[in-house]
């Protein structure tokens, strides 16, 4: 005699079994989500329709006629179009977000060794440094450097002079821009035959050193290389290189490159609110390889720069990574707080002036977003990869 | 049997403790070690003096325009406008009202902690936003109603921020708990709603906000320019608190699921009961952390035109009589935030140390 065992389902009603209840569920939330968007996008079309506004993407076609105070790609206020207007945004932010992550990596990296220094004064500084300005919010440090510090500086007949080569007034830093000649192209290839010849060996070095333990000095011979290549090739090919100095005519400067003190305001207040992080990350990472490793490397009689370079940093990088990159994604966003200022970034132009001039706001501050959607995607893939690669391998 | 009497213990050798010797360990222990302490001292040497001249011993304190002599701070300019940074053009005679709100939080706060009485707490909570709303707003009860455009300064901050966190939360756990969950739909949405939010800056939301959001509402319905920007405020927020509570939720032991599964608790029950509050619990210092992230970013609604504390800044300066004083309002906002940011990272950094020694 076998009696079929109660499966649960048999017992269960319809409603409480939980497989049914999950496909009601889910098909409810669904049905809520798309009933939403029907709403919203029926009102919106009434709308539009109501106001005249048009729609669709024919706009990135038209004429801009503004003018844009920084442009890195040809750009001309009469006949470039809008999607030329995305494109110099795109560029400018990249551009701010560039030399922003640039400066704030060193400074960040100097305050978070800083702050676990011996050095009293230092480690207090270094405290001091973090607490104060990641307690600030960086929309009102972008303001102060550039209408209090930047304001004050004296206009370009009284310009503060470098060398005399730089100068620093209230329309900028002007500095020589370079021009150059017929052969500068052999400088280019130069350093890139310099930096292929230098990863060929780097991994020659590598595979040395694990054969036979026999260390080769990569860093210093290859920065060498690096550095010395192209200007070696600069002076065999005759100086090919020569640079524009900004002059001073009438009221203003002519010549050279010029930084817009927007920029400047933004990259700066950029740098130093996003250091505090990274200096927290940098600190978190060190202290979080143990004491243990470095005594172990000690006992073994290891010197102290390759305790530094092949036990303590390989560990404490896999913790400082990946956080360092989340604030660099985290700086390219609050980069679009330039619109305060007025730097002529992707926000500042296109959901600001051309938002204003064309009326789609819709399809502008989609295509806003998409541009910061595809920057964080492509840092999360970086970020992914990573990981990957740092992973603990063999446990 | 002889008896010794118990000697005091012998100070430490004379090179080994006192002001020289630490001195000569913490600043001055080698070569590279000087030199950065002296490199220090002299970056504090040309500093700190100028500052403090500037902001309390040259500063003017009182008395009018005519006073003011030294060439330090002129914080006679936030004297006379503090009542501007502070409650913006809210009416002068009801600056009692967003008082009597802040007396009330605080007591709405005690209430909370003390109270024994769920059903007494959950009536307070409630309350109080209700309760908040009407006296700030007015409008009924015969309080005579101020309309949101002449809310600013202090007060609009602090109220975007309450209100961004305290909207945010429940949305927040339960995009928590849709992304946890099994279902893939529902898990779905709630992924592609936390990334997309969290992939773009706070700035094209606040955008999206107020001149994407009014396209999306029957022309009758108007939004004011608050309301629109404490909208996307609270989504940009819930999405973070999102990601928090995820921490949380995946710290907890899977013991803890399947011990409330096996005692019949339904998936609310068990969320409510046992899970939420343990997870709520070990996110705290991360939940405080993003709320400090949301006041800093509350001042960016002055891009949209609202006229929070730091965008006082710039309009009491156009007051034709003080004009060019944007350095000493810069310096006051800055102080505000600094103090509002630091005591809130103290409270979770005291947090964070209550929660290791309890593992421990």
């Known amino acids: 005699m076998s009696n079929p065992p109660n499966t649960p389902t048999s017992s269960v009603s319809f409603f409480n079994n939980p497989k049914n209840r999950a496909i009601i569920f889910q098909v409810l939330a669904l049905g809520f989500v798309v009933f939403l968007a029907y709403y919203f996008a029926n009102n919106m079309f009434a709308n539009i329709e109501a106001r005249g506004i048009e729609t669709g993407f024919s706009f990135l076609d038209q004429v801009a006629g503004f003018g844009i105070s920084q442009t890195l790609v040809a750009y001309d206020d009469g006949s470039s179009t809008y999607s030329r207007v995305f494109l110099v945004g795109v560029l400018n932010t990249l551009l701010v977000s560039g030399i922003a992550i640039f400066f704030t990596t060193i400074l960040g990296l100097l305050i978070g060794i800083g702050r676990l220094s011996n050095n009293f004064l230092v480690a207090k500084l270094s405290m001091v440094y973090v607490e104060t300005f990641r307690n600030i919010p960086i929309l009102l440090q972008i303001l102060f450097w550039y209408n209090v510090v930047l304001a004050a500086l004296p206009s370009p007949r009284q310009s503060l002079s470098y060398f005399g080569e730089y100068f620093l007034n209230n329309r900028g830093f002007l500095m020589p821009r370079p021009i150059m000649e017929d052969n500068s192209g052999y400088i280019l290839a130069a350093l890139i035959l310099a930096c292929i010849g230098v990863f060929f060996l780097a991994r020659w070095a590598i595979k040395r050193h694990d054969d036979t333990g026999e260390e080769f000095p990569i860093f210093t011979v290859g920065g060498a290389i690096i550095l010395l290549a192209p200007v070696l090739v600069y002076f065999v090919a005759g100086q090919p290189i020569s640079s524009e100095i900004p002059e001073l005519k009438g009221f203003n400067f002519k010549g050279g490159w010029v930084i817009i003190p927007e920029l400047l305001a933004l990259a700066f207040a950029l740098s130093i609110y996003t250091a505090t992080y990274i200096a927290e990350a940098v600190r978190a990472g060190i202290e979080s390889v143990p004491k243990g490793q470095k005594e172990a490397a000690n006992s073994l009689g290891l010197k102290e720069h390759v305790i530094l370079r092949k036990v303590i940093l390989p560990q404490a990088l896999r913790v400082i990574i990946p956080p360092v990159i989340n604030q660099y994604l985290n700086l390219v966003k609050n980069s679009s707080l330039a619109t305060a200022i007025g730097y002529p970034e992707i926000v500042t132009l296109f959901s600001g002036t051309t938002l204003n001039q064309v009326g789609q706001a819709i399809e502008i501050i989609l295509m806003t977003m998409a541009v910061y959607l595809l920057f964080s995607i492509v840092i999360s893939l970086l970020l992914n990869w990573i990981n990957a690669k740092m992973e603990i391998k063999g446990r | ?360």
């Open chain 2, 1 to 360: 049997m002889a008896i010794y009497d118990i000697k005091e213990a012998k100070p430490a050798p004379i090179n080994n403790r006192g002001l020289v010797f630490w001195l000569r360990k913490n600043l001055f222990s080698d070569i590279k070690n000087s030199l950065l302490s002296l490199f220090c001292i002299y970056f504090l040497f040309i500093t700190v003096p100028p500052a403090l001249d500037w902001l309390i011993f040259s500063a003017t304190w009182s008395g009018s325009q005519e006073d003011i002599v030294k060439d330090g701070a002129r914080w006679i300019f936030i004297i006379e406008k503090f009542d501007q940074f502070i409650y913006g053009f809210y009416p002068e005679n009801l600056h009692w009202r967003p008082l009597f709100v802040a007396a009330l939080t605080v007591a709405f706060v005690a209430s909370v902690k003390l109270l024994n009485n769920i059903k007494l707490k959950i009536v307070i909570i409630l309350l109080y936003p209700f309760v908040s709303i009407v006296f700030i707003h007015g409008g009924l009860f015969g309080l005579e109603t101020v309309e949101t455009n002449k809310w600013g300064g202090l007060m609009l901050t602090v109220i975007v921020a309450a209100v961004g966190i305290i909207a945010s939360f429940p949305i927040g756990i339960l995009l928590a708990l849709g992304r946890q969950s099994n279902m893939p739909i529902v898990k779905t949405l709630c992924v592609g709603f936390i990334e997309f939010v969290r992939g773009v800056p706070l700035i094209t939301i606040l955008f999206m906000a107020s001149v994407v959001l009014p396209l999306f509402f029957h022309d009758g319905i108007d939004f004011d320019k608050l309301l629109r920007a404490l909208i996307g405020i609270t989504l940009f927020q819930a999405a973070y608190i999102a990601e928090v509570v995820r921490g949380g939720l995946q710290a907890i032991p899977k013991g803890q699921y399947e011990a409330s599964e096996s005692l019949g608790l339904s998936y609310w029950q068990g969320m409510i009961l046992i899970i939420l509050p343990q997870a709520l619990k070990i996110s705290i210092p991360n939940l405080v952390g993003s709320f400090i992230s949301l006041f800093k970013d509350t001042t960016l609604v002055l891009i949209i035109g609202l006229f929070d504390i730091l965008a006082m800044v710039t309009l009491t300066n156009s007051d034709s009589n003080w004009l060019g004083y944007e350095v000493e309002g810069y310096v006051f906002v800055t102080f505000i935030y600094w103090i509002f940011c630091f005591s809130m990272s103290q409270y979770s950094k005291s947090v964070e140390r209550r929660f290791n020694t309890e593992l421990k």
